[in-house]
């Protein structure tokens, strides 16, 4: 919001120069974007005012806030720098007088004009008048204003309706009366298929959930968002409508998202504009109109006002001031605060009854009415005090636990974390998922944003290659996030990739490249962590390279895959062919309910540990994790761990052989075993293995 200090200074005397003002203004709420001087010794402040306060969206508004952090008296009106031969500028009371009572349904209304509300849901109030007026420049002074706020000067009428609508907060909009079909104008919801060129000269179509402004035959304006070029002002209209509503903010909001035109009005109205301010902002327009020759009013002022909105009436206790804000605030203190900022104090009970004026939407509870004490009594003067606990803090969702644990494993183990999107490419998408099983975008941006990503994996190949085209060749990346599919809904998923080397470089020796077995050992090492006994089995993905990718399997459920990429897919990421790239996808999901929530703690051994090596000659396509499980199974519980430590094929060995070594530790929680006893495992196992798999003891 661009505020000409001149301007603001109108409505409020601020003793302090420009930088002062902003830096006081930046400790209540408001940041001040820039500070640029204007003219001649005039300054404009641009505030950036939140969402949530629309009734700052004017000069009057930013006065306000400014007259409660001075605490000095609010000027509500401004007094115009019009010529000195021109009419003095009235009063909103003596206009009104002079125009009769505002609310024009109770009076006489004017024969050239009719007003008729259809839907007083989406417009609650409707303030019209007719003026007699000469089109032409408007004064030096408004178009300066104007420019200052940013907004290009047009016309006298156009710029007083901008003119208001900057120093009051109301948008207006003005018609030319003679283009006015039965000089009527309709609120109603727009008739499906309705077009209307508006004042940007596009042709725009309707559709029944816009509000349009209407006359007894078509539509004028959408309603809160830009009128409509049939309609407008030109330098010969004699009699024009002046319009001064409140809309309904959701309506206006979608209205304006549907058609894609944002503009300074409905800005306002889609914030929440003030549903009391119409008759007063038209009382300004009309005397504006007068006061600076541009015409004259005729008749009296309609407002139709068929639903009126009351004011939010809150309790505001002391006690309750005190445990939000760590201490008491003295009585006069709140009084004064609330009482310059609009809202009116009753004694009550404890505190105070106090009344919301209606320009302040964001104020719907008795914790919104401590912030605004809180403001501008200081944060800085606020005592620095822990609050009172009164029940323990809820735990944490299990997710967020665990991703967080995981993170600190995998950084531990040398990989980076990586975000990437969750819309991706279909293309990208489709060998991660079987056909139909895709979550289209109903309106996506572009291509690149097509689907939901059925994996993680795709937008982290993409970051790998991204690092390799910028000479980066060791990489090891995971990233923890939510992958969706028709079949499976959305799941939290842990995908890793790794390509290079296996290990730093270092002088002892050369390193390897990194290969099937070290993701698998990344793997197992997440379900270690997250208490799940990992197997895997082969399996074959499309994605994945034939004979060197395993399905990970917790519980008997399959819980994610690993394995090579396939040439093909690196390929289409645009990766070097000659180095692997490794990948690996867990479904968080899946894994937890596969560990369940047993936490086990063991005490540290007090017997020393026995242990046993074996070599055996197996098939050479026998997986280990068989092996090890028959071992398991054969031993008795005082196995602790199975480990291979050496593999050999080739003189001595048969072809369709290889010879597999294992060490066999074994401890009992109770006593120093016997050799015998670990003798009599050791014949169970080999006996065993044996039987199963026709091993044989070299």
């Not at 939010?312 to 760590?326: F, N, P, Q, S, Y």
């Not at 994610?560 to 289409?572: M, N, P």
């Amino acid at each position: 919001m661009k505020v000409l200090l001149s301007w603001l200074r109108e409505f409020v005397d601020a003793p302090d120069t420009t930088e002062d003002i902003a830096r006081l203004m930046s400790m209540r709420g408001f940041a001040v974007e820039a500070i640029e001087p204007f003219g001649d010794g005039d300054t404009v402040i641009d505030f950036e005012v939140t969402a949530n306060r629309p009734d700052c969206m004017s000069v009057l508004g930013i006065a306000r806030e400014v007259a409660a952090a001075y605490r000095v008296k609010l000027r509500t009106r401004g007094a115009s720098p019009v010529a000195a031969s021109a009419k003095a500028p009235a009063s909103l009371a003596e206009t009104a007088r002079r125009r009769g009572s505002p609310h024009g349904p109770k009076g006489s209304a004017p024969e050239s004009l009719d007003i008729v509300i259809e839907s007083p849901i989406l417009c609650p109030r409707y303030v019209g008048a007719v003026a007699d007026v000469e089109v032409g420049p408007s004064p030096a002074w408004m178009q300066t204003r104007l420019q200052a706020a940013g907004l290009r000067p047009i016309n006298n009428i156009v710029d007083v309706t901008n003119y208001v609508m900057v120093e009051m907060g109301q948008p207006m909009h003005a018609f030319d009366h003679a283009r006015l079909a039965g000089a009527q104008i309709r609120v109603r919801p727009a008739r499906a298929g309705e077009a209307l060129r508006t004042l940007d000269g596009q042709l725009r179509t309707l559709s029944p959930e816009m509000l349009a402004i209407a006359d007894a035959e078509r539509a004028t304006a959408i309603a809160g968002v830009m009128g409509g070029g049939d309609s407008e002002v030109t330098p010969a209209t004699k009699t024009i409508v002046l319009e001064s509503a409140y809309f309904n903010p959701l309506s206006v909001r979608r209205t304006s998202k549907k058609l894609g035109l944002k503009t300074e009005a409905s800005m306002r109205f889609e914030r929440g504009a003030d549903p009391g301010l119409p008759a007063a902002a038209m009382a300004r327009a009309l005397d504006l109109i007068e006061t600076t020759g541009a015409g004259h009013g005729r008749g009296r002022v309609i407002d139709r006002y068929p639903r009126n909105i009351k004011s939010v009436v809150l309790r505001l206790r002391r006690e309750k001031i005190a445990g939000l804000l760590g201490g008491a605030i003295p009585d006069r203190d709140v009084r004064r605060i609330l009482e310059r900022l609009g809202f009116t104090l009753d004694p009550a009970s404890g505190g105070w009854r106090v009344v919301v004026p209606t320009r302040r939407v964001d104020v719907t509870r008795e914790v919104d009415l401590i912030e605004e004490v809180a403001r501008h009594y200081g944060f800085d003067r606020l005592p620095t005090t822990f609050p009172a606990l009164t029940a323990a803090a809820p735990p944490l969702d299990p997710r967020i636990t665990c991703a967080r644990h995981l993170r600190a494993l995998l950084t531990t183990a040398g990989f980076f974390e990586a975000v990437t999107f969750g819309f991706i490419p279909e293309r990208a998408a489709a060998p991660f998922a079987a056909d139909g099983d895709l979550v289209p975008i109903a309106n996506p941006l572009s291509e690149l944003f097509a689907v939901l990503r059925p994996s993680l994996l795709p937008g982290l190949v993409d970051v790998v290659a991204h690092n390799r085209r910028r000479e980066q060749r060791d990489v090891r990346l995971f990233e923890i996030g939510a992958r969706f599919t028709r079949s499976g809904g959305e799941r939290q998923s842990l995908a890793c990739v790794w390509t290079g080397a296996a290990a730093p470089e270092h002088w002892s020796g050369t390193g390897r490249p990194v290969d099937f077995f070290d993701a698998k050992a990344v793997v197992e090492r997440v379900g270690q962590a997250l208490g799940a006994e990992i197997q895997t089995t082969p399996a074959r993905e499309p994605w994945l390279a034939a004979g060197r990718s395993a399905a990970v399997v917790a519980n008997h459920a399959r819980v994610g895959v690993v394995g090579q990429l396939a040439d093909a897919l690196v390929d289409a990421h645009g990766l070097p062919g000659s180095e692997p790239v490794y990948a690996a996808e867990l479904d968080l999901d899946a894994l937890a309910l596969a560990a369940g929530r047993v936490v086990r703690v063991e005490p540290l051994p007090r017997y020393p540990s026995v242990t046993r090596d074996i070599s055996i000659l197996i098939g050479d396509t026998l997986p280990a994790d068989d092996v090890r499980r028959t071992i398991r199974e054969a031993a008795p519980p005082t196995l602790v761990r199975v480990a291979e430590f050496d593999r050999y094929q080739g003189k001595g060995i048969p072809p369709d052989k290889v010879s597999l070594s294992l060490r066999l530790t074994f401890r009992a929680s109770d006593r120093t075993l016997t050799d015998a006893e670990v003798q009599a495992a050791m014949d169970s196992v080999l006996s065993a293995l044996r039987e199963k798999h026709g091993a044989v003891q070299r």
